[in-house]
């Protein structure tokens, strides 16, 4: 059976020159979700990129934004009501 994963940490982000793209998208999407925790902006973003990735796509900076917007947006709408 082939592995799927050939990085287990790291991800796209560890590959030259890629981290300043994904820092701009990372910022973007931090001011857009202030509600979600940088941390996890940042791990879905490089989540996004590395899933594109994986399905053969040539990935740019405006994919990867848009697949991760599509992700926070399902996690900030399936919070459950803060209690009053």
Request: hydrophobic share 45%; with cysteine.
């Amino acid at each position: 059976m082939p592995v799927l994963a050939t990085r287990i940490s790291g991800g796209p982000s560890s590959e030259p020159g890629l981290r300043p793209l994904l820092e701009g998208v990372i910022a973007r999407l931090a001011a857009e979700f202030l509600t979600v925790p940088l941390t996890t902006v940042d791990r879905c973003v490089v989540d996004a990129w590395a899933c594109a990735e994986h399905l053969g796509l040539d990935v740019t900076p405006e994919i990867a934004e848009r697949v991760a917007r599509e992700h926070l947006l399902g996690l900030v709408n399936s919070a459950p009501p803060s209690r009053m």
